[in-house]
């Protein structure tokens, strides 16, 4: 017994094993299985490999590089700086930009001050005071531009004053322009030149049009029919972004530049364009704010003939602008669209298990159905045959044909 068995499984390992198909005559289920399979090719044709390209291999480690550089000048005329004419080095900060760049719109300027004691401002909250002991000596104003010095100051008729300080003298004036004093940098113009390189495929391009004209970056300005001008006006990228220059000019605020490069490279490259997008990015349309806008001071220092320091304090408004790069590239590659094909079989194999979930449970034949599919197979043991018992009605003959 122990060899038959042996050599039984042997033999097992030569056949040949199918699947036993049931073809089930029913409509509804037939409709819903041809739905499900329509489905799933749609998806994977339109969805996987038309609209997201899933037969290509992608990179999205962008490496980019941006220059930015303005050009423009501005004439003011005020009462403590007189006539003045500003060009790129008095409003640009820094004045090498690269991703971030700001450009001075308005300002408040404290000329000629000098370290020494003077009278807080009144618009500072702790720097209020009634007597000298509300002054501790050594102490620093807070949100104020000094330190205390024990005394009160006040005029001859009023009661409360401020604390005198140990500061830069006279102390900054609170009140700004009505109106930008650089309300004419809408009209400047700003260079913007990005070089971007998808390292997995070794690709590099520009946004500036390769040409020999010496003369095209002097005239000519970004549009739609010019999407390879890298230059641009101010106002423009203000109004793009959907807020008003002057407005903006006043107050300051922040504007994101952003150039986005998807890039097919199973096409030519002339087809891997820059797509710009322009958006306000401070909290200027949040309701009730009153941190909106941007500004920050800086000082120039200088030193009389006595050999005291002393500076001018500018407080400066303006529109920083954050210029943003991303972007990915995709090319033909034979593996990503062989698992992608290969999902859409596994997917097909879903919908065929989903079918034969509603044939074989939740129609009204599914008992039917069921049983026409699961063949069960009992095991029984064989009855052993009893030797035949002659009498006398059988003869040998019919004997030998059993």
């Given at each position: 017994?122990?060899?038959?068995a042996?050599?039984g499984?042997?033999?097992s390992l030569?056949?040949?094993k199918?699947?036993k198909?049931?073809i089930?005559?029913?409509?509804?289920?037939g409709?819903?299985?041809?739905?499900v399979q329509?489905s799933?090719?749609a998806?994977?044709v339109g969805?996987?490999?038309?609209?997201?390209?899933g037969y290509q291999d992608?990179?999205t480690?962008?490496q980019?590089s941006v220059?930015?550089?303005?050009?423009?000048v501005?004439?003011?005329n005020t009462?403590?700086?007189?006539e003045?004419l500003?060009?790129?080095?008095d409003y640009?900060?820094?004045?090498?930009?690269e991703?971030v760049?700001?450009?001075?719109?308005?300002?408040?300027?404290?000329?000629?001050q000098?370290?020494?004691?003077?009278p807080e401002?009144?618009?500072?909250p702790d720097?209020?005071c009634y007597?000298?002991g509300?002054?501790?000596?050594?102490?620093?104003?807070?949100?104020?531009?000094g330190?205390?010095?024990g005394?009160?100051?006040?005029?001859?008729?009023?009661?409360?004053?401020?604390c005198e300080?140990?500061?830069?003298c006279?102390?900054e004036?609170?009140?700004?322009p009505?109106?930008?004093?650089?309300?004419?940098?809408?009209?400047?113009t700003?260079y913007?030149?990005n070089?971007?390189?998808?390292p997995?495929?070794?690709?590099s391009?520009?946004?500036?049009?390769?040409?020999d004209d010496?003369?095209y970056l002097?005239t000519?300005?970004y549009?739609t029919e010019h999407?390879y001008c890298?230059i641009?006006l101010?106002?423009?990228?203000?109004r793009?972004a959907g807020?008003d220059f002057?407005?903006?000019a006043?107050?300051g605020?922040?504007?994101?530049i952003?150039?986005?490069?998807n890039?097919?490279?199973?096409?030519?490259p002339?087809?891997?364009?820059?797509?710009?997008?322009?958006s306000?990015?401070?909290?200027?349309?949040?309701e009730?704010?009153?941190s909106s806008?941007?500004?920050?001071?800086?000082?120039?220092?200088?030193r009389d003939a006595e050999?005291?320091?002393?500076?001018?304090l500018?407080?400066?408004?303006?529109i920083?602008?954050?210029v943003?790069?991303?972007?990915?590239?995709?090319?033909f590659?034979?593996?990503?669209?062989i698992i992608?094909?290969?999902?859409g079989?596994?997917l097909?194999?879903a919908?065929?298990?989903?079918?034969?979930?509603v044939?074989?449970?939740?129609?009204?034949?599914s008992?039917?159905y069921?049983?026409k599919?699961?063949?069960?197979?009992?095991?029984s043991s064989r009855?052993?045959?009893s030797s035949?018992?002659?009498n006398g009605?059988?003869?040998?003959?019919?004997?030998g044909g059993?």
């Amino acid at each position: 017994m122990g060899q038959v068995a042996w050599k039984g499984l042997f033999l097992s390992l030569f056949d040949y094993k199918t699947e036993k198909y049931v073809i089930a005559k029913n409509k509804k289920v037939g409709i819903l299985y041809r739905v499900v399979q329509l489905s799933i090719l749609a998806y994977l044709v339109g969805w996987v490999f038309v609209v997201k390209k899933g037969y290509q291999d992608t990179d999205t480690s962008l490496q980019s590089s941006v220059i930015t550089k303005l050009k423009g000048v501005a004439f003011t005329n005020t009462s403590e700086l007189g006539e003045r004419l500003w060009d790129v080095a008095d409003y640009v900060i820094p004045p090498q930009g690269e991703n971030v760049f700001f450009v001075m719109t308005n300002l408040i300027v404290t000329p000629n001050q000098r370290q020494a004691t003077c009278p807080e401002s009144v618009s500072i909250p702790d720097a209020l005071c009634y007597k000298d002991g509300d002054c501790l000596a050594g102490e620093a104003v807070v949100a104020g531009n000094g330190v205390k010095t024990g005394r009160c100051s006040k005029d001859r008729d009023s009661i409360r004053g401020t604390c005198e300080i140990l500061a830069w003298c006279p102390v900054e004036k609170r009140s700004k322009p009505k109106k930008p004093l650089l309300a004419s940098a809408e009209n400047f113009t700003v260079y913007i030149k990005n070089s971007i390189r998808f390292p997995k495929f070794k690709f590099s391009k520009m946004n500036v049009l390769a040409t020999d004209d010496e003369s095209y970056l002097k005239t000519c300005r970004y549009s739609t029919e010019h999407p390879y001008c890298p230059i641009f006006l101010l106002g423009n990228i203000v109004r793009w972004a959907g807020s008003d220059f002057q407005e903006m000019a006043l107050e300051g605020g922040v504007i994101g530049i952003q150039i986005e490069w998807n890039c097919d490279l199973d096409k030519a490259p002339s087809e891997c364009n820059p797509h710009y997008s322009f958006s306000r990015l401070d909290n200027k349309f949040a309701e009730k704010s009153i941190s909106s806008g941007y500004n920050f001071r800086f000082a120039k220092y200088y030193r009389d003939a006595e050999g005291v320091d002393y500076r001018t304090l500018i407080k400066a408004y303006g529109i920083r602008f954050d210029v943003m790069v991303n972007g990915k590239a995709g090319k033909f590659n034979i593996i990503p669209t062989i698992i992608n094909i290969g999902s859409g079989l596994a997917l097909m194999g879903a919908g065929a298990f989903f079918c034969d979930l509603v044939l074989l449970y939740l129609i009204k034949k599914s008992n039917f159905y069921r049983g026409k599919k699961y063949e069960e197979v009992k095991s029984s043991s064989r009855k052993s045959l009893s030797s035949p018992t002659l009498n006398g009605n059988q003869s040998p003959d019919q004997l030998g044909g059993l």
